[in-house]
């Protein structure tokens, strides 16, 4: 029993989900409320929406020109039948089996006799198939079917929800084949749903089809529009890629599927190609998060070092997305800043998304929220993806099963293996009984209160025959580490840190991480920022709140001490500050650097997880917070110290106006 990937080589193999539990802590208990109320509150708003009814309509030939929901929405059915999928296999748990039984018999009526399987499209007076495909989306709710399928057939065998999948994508390899239509689909997902299918089906021609669909995009195959080919990938060859560029989860979707067709096919050029683009967008395109996608207009990349805060979308399912990428790419290399982007996406982007109750969801995730949202209604559509505040569902409602379907198979991301030992790579409070080489078994249970204390211990929870060697993560940020083995430590520098040794039941090594707070600066290519600095703990991100502050509005204003470590205090992590006074300026361009603008005294600004925002209703919120800039002050009143807090001033006397 795997998860949702399972190449049929790579440095690193993923771990069976019933080789790994999670037992509780940070992700045990998202893990569960999405099991409790995430998957049943996905089923009634889609029930409520009429999207499940729309494969009724299919199969009792009622089509009409009012179909409600986007061209998309059977991707949601079939998203949440993934989620469904993994949980079943987690818990037993019979109303999530239940569901996945209800949910197939509706999809499977709706599936024409020749395998083609879609409510939108090809059925009384809706447009004909795939004449679409630009924005149609066709191709792509097929490949979230072989998504689920794949789920499905990986921890429970074979099923009508498996067979509707199969004579779907055979229907596609007869259309789009050789000799077939040369077409590909605007956005990208059947790719990485038919090469997972063919691995999981041991079906060669499903993964040669993703190939053929890969090999195909780059050349100008989907019609122009507005926002350019480059909006689905479609405008340089993914192998000749140098970045990702335009949709954000279209191109992280097709980027999966590349990876799992050069590992499918060895194909070294391809698998370079990826990593080079994750290089330079890691680099230069990404958010302090791990958000991905800085322009709304298209969902989509920005140019290098265009990651303005206040306008980041970093779409919630770019966040799953980027994770798929960097998880595959983990599997084929071992290298662990894969699993550190991973994490970082993970507690600062995926965390981030559902309520605390599993009911309501962040579609985008902005690093800045001037204005503090609207309380959403909880029995109303959000019609729009951003606003401040969690919505219960959206017009658009791909995150909220994007989320479900990965918190379910979160424990399949924890940890792998290879011929010497095991690699754990993520820590969460779990149990790991992994199988090893020659039969044997790998016993670790995984005692932790991380993210809030770097302290990680790790029991064998069985002899094991011989040695074998374990490997542990630590991660980038974590200078200073030390690993305890046998009464001795030592240090652990960012990287891997391996123990080679018999083990024995009841042996603890411990792992330190040090998650004292820190600053971290931005390049200063990263215009938007420059002039900030953000605080992390451990693997997040924090922000600053308006209801902390004893005016909301200084929180567009204020500056912070740099020079005054951040520290634990109240619950928070606390940072000097110094609120402003408001200037009351009528044009806000000077002839000469503004000194910070009249004192309203220093504060220990509290700061909080970035995925904790809102939470406690809306707020305004900033990750970046502006330090003292040198050149915002004259020198003569600076004084001698480069970014010292300047001596408050009164502004109004120094002011530009436009009128002069
Ligand atoms: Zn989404």
Known sequence: MTGPVLPSHGRVRPLGLAQVSLTGGFWGDRQAVNATATLAHCESWMERLGWLANFDRVADGATGPDRPGWSFSDSEVYKLLEALAWE??????????????????????????????????????QPPRYSDLEMGHELYNTGHLLQAAVARLRTSGEDDLVRVARRAADHVCRTFGPGGSAGICGHPEIEVGLAEFGRALGEERYVEQARLFLDRRGHGT?????????????????????????????????????????????????????????????????????????RHQDEGFGEDWELPPDRAYCETCAGVASIMVSWRLLLATGDPRYADLIERTLYNVIATSPSSDGRAFFYANPLHQRTPGKAADPDEVSPRAEGGTRAAWFDVSCCPTNVARTL??????????????????????????????????????????????????????????????????????????????????RRAAPGLV???????????????????????????????????????????????????????????????????APRAGGGAVLVRALLPGHPGRSWPYLPRPAPAAGDAGWIDLPLRPYHSWARRGPAGMRVWLPVPAAEAVPAAEAGSVTGAVPAAAAAGDREGSPAR
Not at 476 to 485: D, I, Q, S
Request: with cysteine.
């Open 88 to 125: 079943t296999a987690r818990t037993g748990d019979p109303e999530a089996e239940a569901a996945i039984k209800r949910l197939t018999v509706r999809v499977a009526r709706a599936q024409d006799p020749d395998g083609y399987l879609n409510t939108c499209f090809g059925h009384g007076d």
């Open 222 to 294: 989907l019609r122009d529009i507005p926002l350019g080919r480059a909006y689905f990938q479609d405008d340089v060859p993914v192998r000749e890629a140098d970045v990702w560029r335009g949709h954000a989860v279209r191109a992280l979707y097709l980027t999966a599927a590349a990876v799992d067709v050069a590992v499918e096919r060895g194909d070294g050029e391809l698998l370079d190609a990826v990593r080079r683009q994750w290089e330079r967008s890691v680099a230069r395109r990404t958010y302090i998060t791990g958000g991905m996608g800085s």
């Open 408 to 489: 379910a198979s979160l424990h399949g991301y924890l940890a792998t293996t290879d011929d010497d030992g095991l690699q754990i790579h993520q820590y969460a409070p779990c149990a790991i009984r992994a199988e090893l080489p020659g039969g044997r078994t790998a016993a670790v249970d995984v005692e932790t209160g991380y993210p809030e204390s770097g302290v990680v211990r790790l029991r064998v929870a069985a002899d094991t025959p011989g040695p074998w060697t374990l490997t542990l993560r630590v991660p980038a940020w974590a200078t200073g580490a030390t690993l305890t083995e046998d009464g001795r430590t």
């Open 498 to 564: 391996r123990v080679h040794r018999t083990f024995r039941a009841g042996e603890v090594i411990t792992l330190d991480l040090p998650v004292e707070p820190r600053f971290t600066w931005p390049d200063p290519r990263i215009d938007a920022v420059r002039g900030c600095v953000a605080v992390e703990r451990g693997p997040e991100v924090l922000c600053a709140e308006s209801r902390d502050l004893p005016d909301p509005a200084a929180l567009d204003a204020l500056v912070i001490d740099p020079r005054s």
